[in-house]
């Protein structure tokens, strides 16, 4: 009696710490840097100077002032762009992954896979020396004679921003469609042949509809990913690739305006979320149909 | 029924890697005819089906559609429709959108696939149900949705790939009556590949019994109930009783099995029987046997001509509701055999109880011979 009763309570208290545990690691690492953010956005900064009680100036001066909303803009549509062309290239290489059998099938995924598993600034240091003005591309179509001045449409601007992300970000892209891909019940493929469908309308007609969620949920973590990325447009952007993530890092780093800088991130998680819950809405609708 | 051939098969044979499972296969269907293929799982009935579909290629052997070798043809340019075992439904597409998917691809126009989709789904009655999703439908009419996706586009053979397994009791009756209304009022060949030997019976023109990668028996279903051709078949079909033994000197017709319970007589087809002294075994189904209590043979039954007694002690009395079923011990020189009787249930009860001492009697006529 006395040794279940033990157990019992001993059970009792493993479970009440997994609880805990499961419930207070999201609070405090999650919600409460969040709450601190949002607290932060409500002081303000006069010259070197913090003030702490709560005011909205920082929220009114990104409404008034006239760069912060067109950088927004800009940078949501570099996004958008980045998804897309994420799709564009990621969904082929998706199909052909799944087309392929047994082992093979896995070792290209994990090779596709490998790029995760590097750090970000080699990755970056990378593409530099590939776009730069005197970099390979540039020097090798020179050398291929197929322009005689290095190109500048790639060189430190959006379009490297643009570029570079989407390299960086394709393996996102690539796995939610591979796996929306790889669930998708090989016998739906034989029902629409069978029903005499070619191999263009069965893709049209059954593998296309039911891969939608995959394509959702990769073009909602590619766009998640770039809108948040400071450092690719810091390292390849250049003085024109601006974008709002180079603002909000600029409060923090250089003018020293954290209350500003918080309020800028506030806005972001909130362009962020709002991304996600249309990504949810959509992709988990159509999911549930499968 | 000798009807026109529709399809053939020709020395068909399939491997997987190392495993065998379709040996040299001989198989014509007949034009409109319900050809059932039996045979417990492993047993090639289904590559049989997907091979005759296009879903895998024979390694050896033709595939003849009115003469002609089809089995290069791609899987889309057959006219022949399957009914999935999990029905293979479309998610995103409703129910109208699945059963008109055939005409679809197909570029008929948008009125006549609208006619006909209506036409089709009134046959399956479902017509109430054609903006309805697959998931939103049950078991049942998820089933009549892939059959009327199978009729629309009037192929010339409807595969059937187990489709009633996952149903339960009730609903597969149902859905057995129904395939044969359905068969009966569209004239097309149906192919249906099962492992249950009830169902087969219930359901078709002809069974052919599979095992191993080979066609065992191909017949009626009276034929391969009454008349199997190997102890497989004759174990396959319910709970039969096989008295081993061997085979007596003759030929023809009627040959004799020395068993422990002493010589029997049997019905053979002279094609199948061995040899004189090989294994073999007296087949006897457990509702042929009459049971004697002490107070005569039952009425109704031939009375005292029976060609064969043996004398014996029940050991077991099971109610399976309109049937009973009793084992008994029967004794001869040679030891005891265990033998099952069917009895028609009767509500006040058999007078029958395991201790019991019965005769047991049956008639030449319905013991058949079987090679070991």
């Known amino acids: ?161 643009l570029l570079t992300l989407t390299v960086l970000l394709l393996p996102f892209a690539i796995l939610p469609i591979f796996l929306s891909l790889e669930r998708i019940p090989k016998n739906l493929l034989e029902a629409s042949a069978d029903l005499g469908a070619s191999g263009w309308q069965s893709f049209f007609g059954i593998v296309l509809p039911l891969s939608i969620p995959g394509v959702i949920s990769a073009a909602t973590f590619v766009f998640i990913l770039a809108i948040g990325d400071f450092l690719t447009p810091q390292m390849v952007g250049g003085q024109n690739g601006f974008t709002f993530g180079r603002i909000i890092y600029s409060q923090f780093g250089f003018a020293f305006n954290w209350p500003f800088g918080a309020a800028l991130s506030v806005i972001l998680t909130a362009l962020v979320t709002l991304a996600i819950a249309v990504g949810f809405r959509f992709g988990g609708r159509k999911a549930g149909a499968l | ?54 879903f895998t290629q024979p390694d050896q052997g033709q595939i003849l559609l009115d003469g002609k070798d089809i089995a290069k043809e791609p899987i889309n340019r057959r006219p022949f429709n399957t009914v999935f075992q999990d029905y293979a439904l479309f998610p995103h597409m409703t129910v109208a959108g699945n059963v008109g998917y055939g005409l679809k691809v197909r570029g008929t126009a948008r009125q006549t696939i609208d006619k006909r989709v209506a036409e089709t789904l009134d046959l399956v009655q479902l017509g109430a149900f054609k903006d309805r999703y697959p998931q939103q439908l049950s078991g049942g009419q998820r089933q009549r949705v892939a059959l009327a996706r199978a009729i629309i586009c009037e192929p010339r053979l409807i595969l059937l790939d187990e489709p009633l397994a996952a149903l339960d009791v009730e609903l597969r009756k149902q859905m057995q009556d129904f395939l044969k209304v359905i068969h009966r009022e569209i004239k097309t060949t149906f192919l249906f590949v099962t492992h249950d030997q009830e169902e087969a019976i219930a359901m078709a023109d002809r069974i052919c019994v599979m095992n191993y990668g080979k ?20 174990r396959f079909f319910g709970d039969n009783n096989l008295i081993e033994g061997t085979l007596g000197d003759g030929n023809g017709e009627r040959r004799v099995v020395d068993t422990t319970l ?44 029976m060609d064969q007694i043996v004398t014996g002690q029940v050991t077991s009395v099971g109610f399976g509701g309109s049937t009973t079923v009793a084992v008994v011990e029967a004794m001869g020189q040679g030891g005891a ?31 058949r011979l079987v090679a070991g």
């Open chain 2, 215 to 234: 066609i065992l028996q191909l017949g009626s279903p009276t034929d391969v109930y009454y008349k199997p051709h190997s102890e497989f078949v004759a």
């Open chain 1, 1 to 161: 009696m006395a040794a279940s009763g033990q157990r019992i309570s001993g059970d009792t208290f493993w479970r009440g710490l997994a609880v805990l545990l499961a419930y207070g690691l999201p609070v405090v690492f999650i919600l409460l840097p969040l709450a601190a953010f949002l607290v932060y956005s409500l002081f303000w900064v006069e010259g070197t100077e913090m003030h702490y009680d709560l005011t909205l100036v920082n929220y009114i001066r990104f409404f008034k002032e006239d760069i912060y909303i067109p950088v927004l803009r800009q940078t949501i549509v570099l996004c958008l762009e980045v998804a897309a062309l994420g799709i564009l290239f990621g969904y082929p290489v998706a199909y052909f992954l799944s087309s392929l059998k047994g082992r093979k099938k896995y070792t290209l995924l994990m090779l596709l896979l490998v790029p995760l598993l590097m750090s970000y600034i080699i990755k970056m240091y990378a593409i530099r020396s590939i776009l730069g003005g005197n970099g390979f591309l540039n020097k090798a179509l020179i050398a291929l004679h197929i322009i005689d001045q290095p190109l500048t449409f790639f060189v430190f601007n959006l379009n490297a921003v």
């Open chain 2, 262 to 305: 002493g010589p029997l007589p049997c019905m053979a087809d002279g094609a199948t029987a061995g040899a004189a002294g090989s294994r073999a075994f007296a087949v006897i189904r457990p509702e042929a046997i009459r049971v004697d209590v002490g107070s005569g043979w039952p009425q109704g039954s031939t009375g005292g001509t």
């Open chain 2, 337 to 367: 055999v265990p033998l099952r009787v069917k009895l028609p249930s009767r509500v006040e009860g058999l007078p029958i109880r395991p201790g019991d001492r019965v005769r047991l009697g049956w008639r030449a006529g319905d013991c």
């Open chain 2, 1 to 54: 029924m000798a009807g026109r051939i529709l399809l053939e098969l020709k020395g068909v044979s399939k491997s997987f890697g190392a495993t065998r499972v379709l040996e040299q296969i001989d198989l014509a269907v007949e034009d409109g005819e319900f050809i059932t293929i039996l045979g417990p799982s492993g047993s090639g009935k289904t590559t049989i089906l997907r091979m005759i579909g296009g």
